[in-house]
């Protein structure tokens, strides 16, 4: 996945661009800036990519997708529907507006499960956020349809998923608002930095706005602008933008790369009966940033993922007992765990996820094991990964 790998000239020229004039802001400085704007540029570039009318970018992100929320006018108590499995900037940027995460399960697309999802819609929910983990997609015609009848906003979280499609359209593109991440470990990096693209007008107006401050980004006097709202700052450097400019120009690239060496491991581990590998909705293609598999048991998954790191199999994830990605590990957030007061309505609608049952999504996970797709390996390592991923699955099948 990780575009860090491939840092090179064509990064150095686009910052270069940015040292030589000085202007490390996306805003103002006209004169100053010998017409470099990096940011607009690659929101452009981004926007056309994704085939979508607009696309603001944003310092991270958990930025992305509390901009995307606050856009669409999500604020306290509102219900947000959320996966089991996901990266904690789900819920923190649900959180962050006062809105309450609502965990629902994960089914084998190692995505939201559309019936699953239904069951947890009430007259609070207002947005569904399908996270496209590890480079595949959630089944979004069924959640679209739940969204249409309920009247509820569909958010793509499609940070782990850059250039995968549905049904031939790019992940992120599908629902009302998609939201990227272009941090240091993604497909594509800006160091720091996520973008929020829509087809809505209003949305995108309201994220530009919001994402700064509440600036309404008429005329060329910063000072003098109105402010028709509130807002923060998540604005992005153009140093940022400017190495995203090169990484996004680099993405096919990238792609065709991952892809090529997710397929030589996936049809070496084909070989193995006992393996079954994630299920991608109909109509999908993955961006093959991991390799997603499911060992028959929670036993032999635990033994296959140790005997895959003896082997010297680096990069290779067991989740279900991960710090970061699976429910079970975030008691920060189940207890609430605050610095400081957290908003009323969070406190009374939360929830008790002490109580909650989702032995549906530990029966996926407690099998799962995601291989990160590296770029840099020559197509001799891969092969010689591809050996001994076979050799230390078969050890314990
Ligand atoms: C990385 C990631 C994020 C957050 O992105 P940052 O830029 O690190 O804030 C959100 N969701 C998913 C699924 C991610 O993988």
Redesign the pocket.
């Known amino acids: 996945m990780p575009g860090f790998e491939l840092f090179g000239d064509k990064e150095r020229k686009q910052v270069q661009d940015v040292m030589d004039s000085g202007v490390l802001m996306r805003y103002g400085f006209d004169g100053m800036r010998n017409g470099h704007w990096k940011a607009k540029e690659l929101e452009l570039a981004l926007a056309k990519r994704m085939e979508t009318n607009h696309a603001h970018l944003v ?7 509390t901009v995307a929320l606050a856009s669409a006018g999500v604020g306290a108590g509102d219900e947000v529907i959320m996966p089991t499995f ?5 819920f923190e ?1 649900i959180l962050a507006l006062g809105a309450v995460p609502i965990l629902v399960d994960i089914d084998d697309t190692l995505t939201l499960n559309p019936v699953a999802v239904e069951k947890a819609i009430t007259p609070k929910t207002k947005v569904v956020m399908p ?3 590890c480079g595949s997609m959630a089944n979004l015609d069924a959640l679209q349809h739940l969204c249409n009848k309920h009247n509820l906003l569909l958010l793509e ?5 850059i250039g995968g499609t549905y049904k031939g359209q790019p992940l992120g593109s599908i629902g009302d608002l998609g ?1 990227f ?6 497909t594509i990096t800006c160091g ?3 973008a929020v693209i829509t087809n809505n007008e209003i949305y995108y107006q309201n994220a530009h706005k919001y994402a700064d401050h509440g600036h309404d980004h008429i005329g060329n006097d910063r000072g003098a602008e109105s402010h028709p709202f509130l807002g923060y700052n998540f604005r992005i450097s153009e140093m940022n933008a400017a190495v995203g400019l090169a990484q996004l120009a680099r993405l096919e690239e990238f792609l065709a790369i991952q892809k090529t060496n997710y397929t030589i491991l996936r049809e070496a581990l084909s070989q193995i009966p006992e393996i079954v590998f994630r299920s991608v909705p109909e109509g999908g293609e993955e961006n093959y940033s991991f390799l997603n598999f499911f060992m028959p048991t929670e036993a032999l998954a635990q033994k296959a993922h140790k005997a895959l790191a003896e082997n010297g199999v680096d990069g290779c994830f067991y989740w279900y007992n991960n710090n970061w ?1 699976y429910y079970k590990k975030w008691e920060h957030l189940t207890q609430l765990k605050s610095l400081g007061n957290v908003p009323q309505e969070v406190k009374a609608q939360m929830p008790d996820y002490s109580k909650a049952d989702f032995s549906a999504s530990d029966h996926w996970m407690g099998r799962t094991i995601s291989c990160l797709i590296k770029l840099g390996w020559t197509e001799q390592q891969v092969k010689e990964r591809a050996e001994n991923m076979v050799k230390a699955i078969k050890s314990v099948v």
Do not use: I, N, R
């Not at 310092?59 to 997708?65: D, E, K, P, Y």
């Not at 996901?86 to 789900?90: E, I, K």
């Not at 991440?181 to 993604?186: N, W």
């Open positions: 310092s991270s992100g958990t930025a992305a997708l996901t990266f904690v900037a789900s940027s996270v496209h983990m979280d499609a940070c782990q998923a939201c991440s272009f941090d240091y470990v993604k720091e930095g996520g990605h």
